[in-house]
C-alpha cells in the first residue's frame, strides 16, 4: 500500500471531532414552543384554573353577603346531604339532562343518516341542515322571548290562540304551569341539535363511496348499510357528543333560569340552578360553591362512565391497516 492510499484511508480528525460533539439546539428554537402557548397558558390560568381553585378553597368556607371569609372545613358538605331540597332537585337534574340527551342525540342521528346518506348532494338536505342551525345562532334571551311567547298562558300566547280558533280549548291553559320540565326539555332539544348533526354529518360524509358500492353489489339493505357501515364509524363522534352535551345539561342553569327562574315551586330547578341561586340570590357563596363541586363530581363520574361505556380504551387503538 503505497502512502497516499495510507493517507486516504485514514479517519478525518476533524470529522470524528464534528461527530463525537452532540448537536445542541439553539436556545431561541427551544423556546419557540413555549412563547407560542404562553399567552394561552396566562388565559388558562386566569380564566379557567384561578376560579376553580377559589371555588374549590370558597366551598370551604362561609363566605356570605358580609363577605367575611371563615374556614369550616366539612360543614357546607354535610349541610348539603341534610338539605330537604336535594332529593327534588337531584331528580330534576336527572330527568333533565337524560331526557334532552336522549332525545337530542336520537334526533340529531336520524337527520344526519337522512340528510348525508339518503339526500347526499341534494338542495333539499343542505337546506333542512340549515333550518336546524337557525335555534344555535339566535341570542339566547330572543330564543327564550319565542318560547314564553308559544306558552303564554294568557289568551294572546301562540298555543292557547291557535287551540281557541281550532275550538279544542275554552279556557287559555297555563302551560308553565302544567309542564314546564317538558318545555324546558323541548327548548334545550331544539338548540342542541344542530351542535351533534353537524358533527356526525361531518361523519358520515367521511365514509368512502366505494363501501357503500360494495355493499350495494353484494346486495346489503339500506338497514344493513346503517348498522354495518355508518353507526360503527360514528363511535367517536357519538362518545364525544355523549360526553359533551350531558356535562352540559348537568351544568346548565342559564336557559332554564331565563324561561321559568326554576319555578314554579322549583319544579324545574337543576343543581347547578340551585348553586346559582345560593350564592347569587342568597349570597351564600360558600354553601352555593360546595354545590357546585358537587356538580363537578357528579359529570366526573359519568364521564368516567361514558368512557368504559364506550370502551375508549379500545377506541384508540391503531387500526389492522396502520399495523
Known amino acids: 500500500m503505497s ?29 419557540y414552543p413555549y ?18 381553585v377559589a371555588t374549590i378553597g370558597m366551598s ?13 372545613g366539612l360543614t357546607n358538605f354535610k349541610r348539603i346531604f341534610m338539605d330537604y ?24 342521528l336520524v337527520i344526519s343518516i337522512a340528510t348525508q346518506y339518503f339526500l347526499k348532494g341534494k338542495v333539499s338536505a343542505v337546506i333542512y341542515r340549515v333550518l336546524w ?20 298562558p294568557t289568551d294572546g300566547g301562540f298555543l292557547n290562540r291557535v287551540l281557541a280558533g281550532m275550538g279544542v280549548i275554552s279556557e287559555p291553559l297555563s302551560w308553565f304551569t302544567k309542564g314546564a ?38 346486495g346489503a339493505s339500506e338497514k344493513s348499510v346503517i348498522f354495518k357501515i355508518i353507526l ?11 360526553i359533551s352535551d350531558l356535562i ?18 322549583r319544579d324545574t330547578t337543576t343543581l347547578s340552578l340551585y348553586a346559582f341561586q345560593q350564592a347569587f340570590n342568597l349570597k351564600y357563596y360558600g354553601y352555593g360553591a360546595a354545590i357546585s363541586m358537587l356538580v363537578v363530581v357528579i359529570s366526573f363520574v359519568l364521564t368516567m362512565l361514558l368512557i368504559r361505556l364506550f370502551d375508549f380504551d379500545q377506541l384508540i387503538k391503531p387500526s389492522r391497516i396502520e399495523d
Open 60 to 72: 370551604f368556607t362561609d363566605l356570605n353577603a358580609s363577605m367575611k371569609l371563615h374556614f369550616i
Open 133 to 152: 342551525l337557525i335555534p344555535s345562532i339566535i341570542p339566547s334571551v330572543v330564543y327564550v322571548t319565542f318560547w314564553k311567547y308559544v306558552f303564554d
Open 85 to 108: 331540597n336535594l332529593p327534588q332537585i337531584l331528580t330534576h337534574t336527572a330527568v333533565f339532562a337524560i331526557l334532552s340527551l336522549v332525545i337530542s342525540m336520537l334526533f340529531a
Open 232 to 242: 360503527p364509524t360514528l363511535r367517536w363522534p357519538l362518545m364525544y357528543i355523549t
Open 3 to 31: 502512502q497516499l492510499e495510507a493517507a486516504a484511508m485514514k479517519p478525518n480528525a476533524h470529522v470524528t471531532a464534528a461527530r463525537a460533539i452532540p448537536y445542541k439546539k439553539p436556545l431561541r428554537k427551544i423556546l
Open 181 to 218: 320540565m317538558a318545555i324546558i326539555i323541548l327548548a334545550t332539544i331544539v338548540s342542541t341539535i344542530s351542535g351533534g348533526m353537524i358533527l356526525l354529518s361531518a361523519a358520515i360524509n367521511s365514509i368512502p363511496e366505494d363501501l357503500y358500492k360494495a355493499a350495494r353489489v353484494d
Open 35 to 52: 412563547l407560542f402557548i404562553a399567552p394561552f397558558s396566562v388565559l388558562v390560568l386566569v380564566f379557567f384554573i384561578l376560579p376553580a
Open 248 to 265: 352540559g345539561f348537568v351544568s346548565s342553569y342559564f336557559f332554564i333560569m331565563l324561561l321559568t327562574q326554576g319555578g314554579p315551586m
